[in-house]
């Protein structure tokens, strides 16, 4: 037997071999660990690790001039997975119809629809007083806007015409404004509740009519005066605290 021939053994290939199966064992492992994943935390700090690793801040891009960073990648899309796992919908949760921040001092509240229950003030061009046709617009919309929980939201519009030189309003939204705020005033003296008002300022961003028309062009310097599906107290405070407020004192004892 020659010196020169290989002794009896495994073959090289099988150590590398070996490695790649360990490798994917423990991928198929990582795998199944993300699939039982209950709470947003953890899967967040999951990705965050893989992008940190395997994302753009390991690449030679990162390190180039300018904007070159992959946003569109994977990786990316995975980031965003935890905060939209939040509507709970592989747990059998519906989506929520609000945005919800990530930070807790951020809090947006969905703004309620509008019901059938409104009306129209029309305006004057460049104006914000009341004629008589919206006096008694809003006489009659206040009887049945009376007696009721439910927000009222007033939204202004202007014409998509630059005011005059002499106007006293300095821009589309101060003459909107002051439209809005001659409606809730008017609105307040037949007893509407002050609380349940709620003021919006389109501008001219919002005309109802782009046309040529005179006379279709004049509803554009408009007030929508129009009853939501929330009520007054939904907005005020959180809903431990509204609890709290409506459950009966606690007595001391002996009395």
Same mark, same amino acid.
């Given at each position: 037997?020659?010196?020169?021939?290989?002794?009896?053994?495994?073959?090289?290939?099988?150590?590398?071999?070996?490695?790649?199966?360990?490798?994917?064992?423990?991928?198929?492992?990582?795998?199944?660990?993300?699939?039982?994943?209950?709470?947003?935390?953890?899967?967040?700090?999951?990705?965050?690790?893989?992008?940190?690793?395997?994302?753009?801040?390991?690449?030679?891009?990162?390190?180039?001039?300018?904007?070159?960073?992959?946003?569109?990648?994977?990786?990316?899309?995975?980031?965003?997975? +935890?905060?939209?796992?939040?509507?709970?919908?592989?747990? !059998?949760?519906?989506?929520? #119809?609000?945005?919800?921040? &990530? $930070? =807790?001092?951020?809090?947006?509240?969905?703004?309620?629809?509008?019901?059938?229950?409104?009306?129209?003030?029309?305006?004057?061009?460049?104006?914000?007083?009341?004629?008589?046709?919206?006096?008694?617009?809003?006489?009659?919309?206040?009887?049945?806007? +009376?007696?009721?929980?439910?927000?009222?939201?007033?939204? !202004?519009?202007?014409?998509? #015409?630059?005011?005059?030189? &002499? $106007? =006293?309003?300095?821009?589309?939204?101060?003459?909107?404004?002051?439209?809005?705020?001659?409606?809730?005033?008017?609105?307040?003296?037949?007893?509407?509740?002050?609380?349940?008002?709620?003021?919006?300022?389109?501008?001219?961003?919002?005309?109802?009519?782009?046309?040529?028309?005179?006379?279709?062009?004049?509803?554009?310097?408009?007030?929508?005066?129009?009853?939501?599906?929330?009520?007054?107290?939904?907005?005020?405070?959180?809903?431990?605290?509204?609890?709290?407020?409506?459950?009966?004192?606690?007595?001391?004892?002996?009395?």
């Amino acid at each position: 037997m020659d010196d020169d021939d290989e002794a009896p053994g495994i073959p090289e290939w099988v150590v590398t071999f070996g490695d790649m199966m360990s490798l994917l064992l423990t991928f198929f492992i990582m795998l199944v660990s993300m699939s039982e994943i209950k709470k947003d935390e953890q899967y967040q700090a999951l990705v965050e690790s893989f992008r940190r690793q395997f994302g753009h801040d390991s690449s030679m891009e990162s390190v180039l001039a300018g904007n070159a960073k992959p946003r569109n990648s994977n990786l990316a899309k995975l980031a965003t997975m +935890g905060r939209a796992k939040r509507f709970s919908t592989h747990a !059998g949760g519906d989506k929520v #119809k609000a945005p919800v921040g &990530d $930070s =807790p001092q951020v809090r947006i509240i969905r703004p309620g629809s509008k019901t059938a229950v409104g009306t129209v003030v029309y305006f004057p061009e460049d104006s914000a007083k009341l004629d008589e046709t919206a006096i008694a617009a809003l006489q009659a919309q206040s009887l049945e806007f +009376g007696g009721k929980p439910q927000k009222i939201e007033i939204r !202004g519009h202007t014409s998509l #015409k630059p005011l005059p030189a &002499d $106007s =006293p309003f300095k821009t589309h939204w101060d003459l909107a404004y002051a439209r809005c705020m001659a409606v809730k005033q008017y609105l307040v003296s037949l007893g509407i509740d002050e609380r349940r008002i709620r003021v919006a300022v389109a501008g001219k961003n919002e005309p109802f009519h782009i046309g040529t028309d005179p006379l279709l062009l004049k509803q554009n310097p408009r007030v929508e005066v129009f009853l939501l599906d929330e009520v007054i107290d939904d907005l005020v405070g959180t809903a431990q605290e509204q609890a709290n407020r409506r459950a009966p004192p606690i007595e001391a004892p002996g009395n």
